[in-house]
């Protein structure tokens, strides 16, 4: 893992004007190059390839697992997963099925002695799956895959605080987790009626301080912002609550209204979400109301306590990015397990069938279920290496950069250069002869800042399939 000297990073500033000029349409950058430019060719062969050359490296990377469960129990409207609603959990038991022999197939491709890291359910709701076909699941896991130290490894669940109580908790505690995250959105009754997920402040409490007594090292709570029959009273009294709650990283995510792509949304009213000022507001309310309690803003939407691993790896110069955000390991291969689950070994992405269809029918086949990937082109390799840079310690020295990657940087990213003047004129960013300076202006935007090193956004046909800016 590559450290960054990085200079203290100054705390954002919330200008609702600025922002409110360059609220676009732009990737998150979980990856570079971003999803859309996956391609159908990149298939099971290619997969294979990557493996064995990870294996092949002098010093070959720890691994990361990412399990995706997609089951639900019931939608939440403002949803864009992939995700299955029943409440037939005969369901999960097909899918576990295909899952371990998924997990038989690849899993000996690596070798034996690449430790797991990093382990992480995400979906749809983990907690879909009861304590007894959560057992079944990660002791194949542990059987087919080298489990890191307890010391050493951070295995997180995403956790659905209605469908999931103390006890449940502390199983996930004996089972090898040690993280937890809880999604709330908004603890605001009129908003959860419109978006059909009515959750108590007492449910979600008995999760957080159960998986705190179970010992998890962390606990973290998602918000979402731009919500139909959201207020600022209302939301305020919601980061109260959530404050109370003391989770140790909040994400503050802003709602993207896609309904032509994503059909549970075409339940939400457009006329009941809130203007774009409000929105702005929101977060700037969230902003202003965690930073007051303690937290630290990371970047895109991520805060958490100044004593919290993600704080201390961002003052150390060591913070990544990856497919489940900022991470401290973001030097792992990942394994995508699961209907549509994103994977990245060595220097390419593959995503396997995003339907249960799709699925079963490679697994059945004997097939891994790989549907599409990418493998990345030296410049990818160099553009990623500098988004991140950016996105993780908000600076970028381009003579060190240059040297580390054999280029003139001046010289290869002169339309970037370019570009970001236009970003400095605005504040966004200080230049000189070295280095590239996020600023507190351009912190809240370092999207549109990555955004200048992309090298497909300009044949981009479908700039909307993007979230916005802010």
């Excluded at 391609?39 to 997969?47: G, K, P, S």
């Excluded at 382990?119 to 194949?140: A, I, K, Q, V, W």
């Excluded at 908004?186 to 010992?215: C, K, M």
């Excluded at 230049?431 to 090193?453: H, N, P």
């Amino acid at each position: 893992m590559e450290t960054i000297a990085a200079a203290p990073i100054e705390p954002p500033t919330f200008d609702a004007a600025l922002i409110a000029r360059y609220d676009v349409n732009g990737p998150r950058y979980t990856s570079y190059p971003t999803a859309p430019q996956f391609r159908a060719d990149f298939d099971e062969t290619a997969l294979r390839r990557a493996i064995r050359d990870s294996n092949e490296e002098p010093i070959p990377r720890p691994l990361s697992l990412y399990v995706h469960v997609p089951f639900c129990m019931s939608p939440c409207f403002y949803c864009g997963c992939n995700r299955v609603i029943t409440r037939d959990v005969g369901k999960a038991d097909r899918y576990l099925e295909r899952l371990v022999r998924e997990i038989e197939l690849i899993a000996p491709l690596f070798d034996r002695d690449r430790p797991v890291r990093q382990l992480h359910f995400g979906g749809g709701t983990p907690n879909f799956l009861d304590l007894p076909r959560m057992r079944e699941l990660m002791e194949s896991l542990a059987r087919h895959f080298s489990f890191a130290r307890d010391d050493e490894r951070e295995y997180g669940i995403e956790i659905d605080p209605r469908f999931a109580d103390a006890a449940y908790v502390r199983g996930l505690a004996e089972l090898g987790f040690n993280r937890i995250s809880v999604g709330i959105q908004d603890f605001d009754p009129a908003v959860q009626a419109a978006v059909n997920r009515i959750q108590s402040v007492a449910q979600t409490a008995e999760v957080l301080h159960a998986a705190r007594e179970a010992g998890f090292a962390s606990a973290s709570v998602d918000l979402i912002y731009g919500l139909p029959r959201q207020t600022l009273d209302g939301f305020d009294r919601t980061l109260t609550e959530v404050i109370a709650l003391a989770p140790d990283r909040v994400a503050v995510y802003g709602y993207a209204h896609l309904p032509a792509m994503f059909k549970a949304q075409q339940q939400i009213e457009a006329a009941e979400l809130p203007d774009p000022a409000t929105r702005l507001a929101l977060f700037g309310r969230a902003l202003e109301r965690l930073t007051a309690a303690g937290y630290v803003y990371i970047g895109m939407d991520h805060f958490a306590r100044a004593d919290d691993e993600l704080a201390r790896a961002q003052r150390a110069g060591q913070l990544q990015r990856n497919f489940q955000g900022y991470s401290t390991h973001g030097d792992c291969d990942i394994v995508g397990l699961g209907v549509s689950a994103i994977g990245r070994i060595g220097d390419s992405y593959s995503q396997n069938a995003r339907d249960l269809t799709g699925y079963y029918a490679a697994l059945d086949a004997g097939r891994l279920p790989v549907a599409r990937g990418l493998h990345l082109d030296e410049d990818d390799l160099i553009r990623r290496a500098a988004i991140g840079e950016l996105m993780c310690h908000g600076e970028l020295d381009m003579a060190a950069f240059g040297t580390r990657h054999r280029l003139v940087f001046a010289t290869y990213f002169a339309q970037a250069l370019e570009r970001l003047r236009a970003l400095a004129d605005d504040g966004l960013v200080t230049l000189d002869d070295r280095m590239i300076r996020v600023t507190s202006r351009g912190r809240l935007l370092l999207r549109i800042i990555a955004m200048c090193f992309d090298a497909y956004l300009d044949d981009d046909a479908s700039p909307t399939r993007y979230s916005r800016a802010i």
